[in-house]
């Protein structure tokens, strides 16, 4: 992805999106890139329905577990058997759900035994994936989607069941409530094909106003 492309594109394309770039600086998407992609589906799941620093916090202690640092995206984390065999009282102890245990370990048993082809979703497209990834207990579109731009690096995600985003929205537009999917898509059109960008630069916004 040419997160400089993207951001020339978005500067022409809204007014709006260009004082947020202007105010923002640089993309550093990058950062958060996730290359471990079963990772990526956990975290994801970790990080449902939450407020960022308290998935944040959760996401820590989960690493730290298994003697690794949830808050380097490259860092140790533990494999699909370690994280079958850990009691529950362990998991339910770092702050996690007993629906949120159960989903991670169906993750986990899935990409233990092959059920769940990691290797290949970097190769489909993005309905693909999101076939594929929905079709796990627990992972619904809005974990599908942020797989998509987390971990494979997909460049035109727009994340319409985010509340972070709508909130980023509504601000930034002066739209009176939270926007419908169908606003969202008609203000986020002019954005493809880079909305992944944009709305990075949406959840920037907010944590920064």
């Not at 969202?184 to 094909?193: A, T, V």
Request: glycine residues 8%.
């Amino acid at each position: 992805m040419s997160y400089r492309a993207a951001v020339r594109h978005l500067k022409r394309v809204d007014p709006v999106m260009r004082r947020i770039i202007e105010r923002i600086g640089p993309c550093r998407m990058g950062d958060r890139l996730q290359p471990n992609r079963f990772r990526a589906l956990v975290e994801a799941i970790i990080y449902q329905q939450l407020a960022w620093q308290a998935a944040r916090t959760i996401a820590g202690r989960f690493c730290a577990l298994y003697g690794g640092d949830g808050f380097n995206p490259r860092g140790k984390f533990p494999t699909a058997k370690q994280i079958l065999s850990t009691p529950t009282r362990r998991l339910r102890a770092v702050g996690l759900s007993r629906q949120k245990i159960a989903y991670i370990r169906d993750i986990a048993a899935r990409s233990a035994n092959g059920d769940l082809p990691l290797a290949r979703l970097g190769r489909m497209s993005d309905a693909a994936v999101m076939e594929c990834l929905t079709e796990v207990k627990g992972i619904g579109r809005w974990t599908a989607e942020m797989f998509l731009i987390f971990s494979l690096g997909h460049p035109d995600v727009l994340p319409v069941d985010d509340l972070g985003v709508q909130h980023a929205m509504r601000m930034a537009y002066g739209l009176r409530k939270l926007p419908s999917e169908k606003k969202m898509n008609q203000i986020g059109e002019p954005w493809r094909p880079h909305r992944t960008v944009a709305t990075w630069y949406l959840w920037r916004s907010r944590r920064e106003s």
